[in-house]
């Protein structure tokens, strides 16, 4: 409606003006900030919290920690996204006789009911972390799809321990998260929650009743 | 759908309610409890504050030219950007949306825009079925009824309530009180629907102009799956809600999940910027962002009630005030409850029609203490009040001075042509003084008063008379 388009600015260029605000400080966004080790315990600390679960790796064999779990667990499978690179070195860990490997690379409209009814279990890269209040920033796209850390009832996420931000303004600040070109970007700290009934807190609600950090100490 | 004189019967009604007050006084309590544990460092708390309250205050500031910046950016990135002046328009807007592609199943996350809109009611009328799929909104949508809390639609309902609604009305349920059970059941059913819909609906907490990115803040997942999983993504929100970067963002995201439910973070911080983009597998297809006015303009006019428009809709300070954590939610009869809604809803529906509600307050201060963007409630409580009974020219608050009432006015007057003339004003206080206890506490206006306490009884001389009698020397 370009009528209410122009009515509205109209009125609010009418209405508007008045004291310029002053820049405001970040100084106590800045102030957050922790050596590397510190903020991989804040960000595990934090994220334990609320009732994710860590898995720790060293650099080269995080693949058979995923496998490990997967087997442990009885999953029957793990979808995964093929393009990235990570899933890449999943598929090189993984034999016939393991839990079944689905790859997503069909459009969600043939594939939405087995996503939705049959996969056990999803895995996904986290692009980085969060230290201050704990979280893994993803950017989902055309390697590992939107669903993939949503649908599946449990949520496995590579985490390297190199990444981890001070802080979401850090991360948004220095590293672009969210600026860039992707068109979905996610701060995720732990499965899916509610305390809708009575102020009592239940997993698992609509997402993930499960979200399993992989941490990759890399540092 | 909002009765002129209906908060006062149903705050009444409210307080003798046993159960309401009991779930509210609980479920406060432990709001208030966890967000005090978030903010342990007073000058930390402030430093944010401030910066939050400096954030909004400069987006308001550059709120036209923002918004045209946020439409350029959205269009950018593949969003259709649609205005709505009123409520109506943006109804239709979204029904013209759903017909052209022929949807019929509207999967819907929390928004209170859409609720300020009676969206579902609209839609379900012309053959959309609109389905809450926040738990919260979805459990008081199988009563149809209202959300009694901005954050918690549900709150005002405890878990046997729940499980007896829940037995009765969604197929083959069991009955059963176990909230993971409760909640277990709601997901199998929503995941159905979310599998099947043809659109998805959400609010927006945050829209940055120049990324052209909306900002979904939530716990449950229902709004990424409201987002990402139907072909069609609607999103509505108020066009306050723009700030200029993403950098913004990060501060305000924390005040607002710290004062809402006292957590440092939510699960999910999900960032819109576009519809399904070249090689992607899922996403929508499309995605729609539906900016509305709905009185917001107006208010925006006035220098001081504008900071209205700074709430990042945390509800902290319904959590906080000790008239909301009493009557609960419904007793607003308005879409938005508790102290925001006291000066919200007046300056969107007029304050002739809802001045009733400016005067359920204390004025105690306890909403703009804890308000995360420091907007002055009392402050605009108090002005309103005036608004609503004078007509002061210059002034944009719509139906002002239509509060007043033919009994007040009267009363008024009197007091003036009494206080005016000296003869008058004796002959009063004479009367007033010798028939003291013969004052009926039923008159007008001394009614409302007595109802709860004792009628106010003048002293046996005016002050003037003992001043003449002891002989005091005066001017
Ligand atoms: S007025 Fe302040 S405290 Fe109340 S909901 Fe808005 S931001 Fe929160």
Redesign the interface.
Known sequence: MADARATILESLRAGGGGEPVPLPSTEVLAARAWPPAERVARLRRGMEAVHTEFLEAVPGQWPSVVLGFCRDQGFPNLLYGPASSAGKALASAWTPRDPELIPYREPVETFKAALFEDVAAGFTTALAGVAETGGLLLEPGPEEPRLLSLVPPVHIALLLASTIEDTLWSAVRHRGWGRGAARNSLLISGPSKTADIEQTLAYGVHGPRRLVVVLVDNL | MHAETGFRESAAQALGDPQIRANFR??MD?LMAKRAAQFPDPA?LQ??R??GT??R??SL?K??EL??QLEASCLR?GIQV????TCE?GNE?ILGLLRARGATRLVKGKSMVSEEMGLNHFLEEHGVEALE????EY?IQLDQETPSHII????H???TQ?ARQFSQKIKDAKYTED??E???L??KV??RK??EADAGLSGVNFAVAD?G?LCLVE????G??ST??PALHIAVMG?EKVVET??D???L??LLTRSA?GQ????????????????????PREVHLV?L?NGR??I????QL?ATLRCIRCGACMNHCPVYTRVGGHAYQAVYPGPIGKILTPQMEGVGVRHELLHGSSLCGACSEVCPVEIPIPEIIVRLRREATHRDPGS?VEGRGTGRTATEDLAWRVWAAVLSRPGAYRFAAWCATRFRNLIPGGLPLLKAWTLARGKPVPARRSLQERVREEGIPHG
Do not use: C, Q
């Open positions: 609980r479920a432990g930390d430093a944010l401030s910066l400096a954030i205050a400069r500031l709120l036209p918004l045209e990135n649609h205005w709505a002046r328009e807007l799929s926040d738990l919260g459990i918690m639609p549900a709150i309902k405890n878990k729940i909230v993971d409760l909640t277990a709601a997901r929503l995941r979310f599998l990324t990115t716990n449950e997942g229902n990424r799956m990402h999983v066009l993403l950098e963002v990060a501060p995201y924390a439910t440092a973070v939510s699960t999910y911080l999900n960032l819109v910027r576009g519809p399904r983009g070249p090689g992607e597998l899922d996403g900016i006015d303009s107006r925006y006019a006035d220098p504008r944009s």
